[in-house]
Structures are given as C-alpha cells and as structure tokens.
C-alpha cells in the first residue's frame, strides 16, 4: 500500500514564524499536492508537483510557497505564518503525471494552528 | 462554471442497511471523472470509486457502488450494508480529462447508528 507521511499530526505556530510542513511518499510517485481543509470550504488546492523541482500554482498559493528537492517528499512553507493560515493541511501524491483516473493517497493531515 | 454539489451535509444510516449520498455536478465538457473518497474522524481520505463519464456500466468496489446517471449530472454514492465503521465524511470530486483539474464537493457527514 501506498504511504504518504506528514510529519507532523498537530503543530501550535506563533504569527510570524517560517512553518515548514513535511510530506513523503515511499511508491515512487510523480504527482504531490498540497491541500488546506476548512469547514464550509472543502478542500482547496494550495501547489502541485508533478516531477522533481517543478512546482504549480493551485488556486490559493497565496502565502504558501513550496520545495521538491527530491522524488519522494514535498514540502509545504509558510514564509510568515498568519492567523488565517490556521487550518487542516493534506498532502497527496498520485502515479502518473498523465493519468486522470489515478487516485490521490492522503497523509494523515497535519493541524496547524497559528496564534 | 464547473460545480460540484453534494446537497446532504448530514446523514443516519442504521447498521446493515444501505445508504446513498447524493452528487451531482456541472460541466459542459463530455470527458470527466468521478472520485469518491472517505475521511473518517482520523483524517486521512481515503479514495473508494472512481467512474470515468464513458464508463458504460456503473463502477462498483465491494460494498460501494456508483449509481452513475450522466444525463442528469449525478454520481451517487451507495453503500450497502452499512457498518459502523463506515460513519465518516465522505467527498465527491471531480476531475476535467482535458486540464486535469479536480474540484471538490463539501462532503455529507454519515453517521451509522447500532
């Protein structure tokens, strides 16, 4: 089975900080995600990678900036933390670049509360 | 524009017996996917089905089901003999073949009661 890990389950930010949120995925993947969770919201598509070094804009990149050094993780920043940033972050990764029927794999989300 | 809708934010269901959660979307495009996936209290999505929009018969994965009605834009999720670790959040998504875009509905709460 696929395994996304994050590294953290919950983290208590002050406004201001550098967050760093951590994803890895141990199948090989090509595709990662990073998503924000709100209630009333749904899920809102923050960047996307579909191969190493390359990053996309998703809908709501503001704030958020992000690092894929390598395959397997894909990393979240949050260059100056603010309270609105509070919230629940999902990582996925999917197989193939070109495949639209993949299915994203979750982590277990990490909640992140900025005071 | 492109919307996907599920208009049930809370359901019951009583243990053993099916139940359906209600999608429905809409796009003027004619390739698309349907996803479903389920969240339980843990966190983690978890996908269940997916339904390709030329996909002729309705897809199915053990206890889920897809009652798939194109001409009415609804991609509905059944499960069948509901247990009580099916209570979750469960979302629909939908994914644009030509942009690979994927939207979000906000999900139906499902509650499986002993």
């Known amino acids: 089975d696929v395994k996304v890990t994050q590294s953290s389950r919950y983290l208590v930010k002050r406004t201001g900080e550098k967050v760093f949120l951590e994803c890895v995925q141990d199948?090989?993947?090509?595709?990662m995600f990073w998503y924000r969770q709100d209630p009333g919201l749904g899920l809102r598509l923050i960047y996307f990678?579909?191969?190493?070094?390359?990053?996309e804009k998703g809908d709501i990149p503001e704030g958020y900036s992000v690092s894929r050094e390598k395959k397997e993780r894909f990393s979240l920043i949050l260059e100056s933390a603010s309270t609105n940033q509070t919230s629940m972050y999902l990582c996925?990764?999917?197989?193939?670049?070109?495949?639209?029927?993949?299915?994203?794999?979750f982590g277990n989300g990490t909640r992140l509360t900025v005071t | 524009a492109q919307k996907i809708t599920q208009t049930q934010p809370g359901m019951f269901v009583q243990e053993k017996e099916a139940v359906t959660l209600d999608c429905t979307y809409d796009t003027s495009d004619q390739s698309y996917g349907l996803f479903w996936y389920k969240q339980p209290s843990s966190g983690e999505m978890i996908f269940l089905i997916y339904?390709?929009?030329?996909d002729e018969q309705n897809a199915t994965e053990g206890r889920y089901s897809l009652n798939f009605q194109k001409a009415r834009k609804s991609a509905n999720l059944v499960i069948s003999a509901s247990q009580l670790g099916d209570s979750a959040m469960y979302f629909c998504a939908m994914i644009w073949i030509r942009t690979r875009k994927l939207i979000w509905g906000l999900g139906t709460s499902l509650a499986v009661n002993p």
């Open positions: 199948m090989d993947h090509e595709n």
């Open positions: 339904q390709g929009s030329y």
């Open positions: 996925a990764s999917s197989l193939l670049q070109d495949s639209y029927n993949s299915p994203l794999h």
């Open positions: 990678s579909y191969d190493v070094k390359m990053k």
